[in-house]
């Protein structure tokens, strides 16, 4: 769900100006960096479902979305950042756990608590035809929030979430 990433991206870099703007959206994308990494790799897998929305399901993510290796990912990332001083690593590892929670309303009961748990999270909005509505609204919602200086990169940050969305989920039609 990038548009629910990306908007918690620029709310963390209103609040922490110093984070550098690139670190702080790759975190927050960075578990969908390593999916798809770990994809390539056959660590994980993916089936395409299309007709099916959101057009796949994630078979088997746990080294990338997990309860147990978002932590880890997000320290390891907080500890990349660690010469920006201790608030910026703390902010982009947040930025990178964030992901998890962001997916949590999203994801359709495959994040689990670690790689291989049985107990598997999510509420599943994704099998509801509006999930990417719900995502555009709550970007919306977030982007309404003082933003300062982030106000000028509004369109070319929503220019950015619509491509995502359409190489991304090209059999998606507007409901
Ligand atoms: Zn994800």
Not at 71 to 96: C, D, E, N, P, S
Not at 141 to 157: D, E, K, S
Request: charged share 10%; net charge positive.
């Amino acid at each position: 769900m990038y548009a629910g990433h990306f908007a918690l991206g620029l709310a963390l870099k209103a609040r922490t100006p110093r984070a550098p703007t690139w670190a702080i959206l790759l975190g927050t994308g960075f578990l969908d960096v390593l999916f798809g990494i770990f994809v390539l790799l056959g660590i994980e897998r993916t089936t395409m479902t299309p007709g099916r929305s959101p057009g796949f399901t994630l078979d088997f993510i746990d080294w990338s979305h997990s309860f147990a290796m978002a932590l880890v990912w997000a320290g390891l990332y907080a500890a990349a950042f660690v010469k920006r001083g201790r608030t910026i690593a703390l902010v982009l590892g947040f930025a990178v756990f964030s992901h998890f929670l962001l997916d949590l309303p999203m994801h359709p009961h495959d994040l689990t608590l670690w790689p291989g748990s049985s107990t598997h999270l999510g509420f599943a909005l994704w099998h509801t035809p509006y999930w990417w509505w719900v995502e555009l609204a709550l970007y919306y919602i977030m982007r309404a929030r003082p933003l300062g200086t982030f106000g000028g990169h509004a369109w070319w940050a929503s220019a950015v979430v619509l491509a995502l969305h359409v190489f991304n989920s090209p059999w998606l039609s507007p409901a």
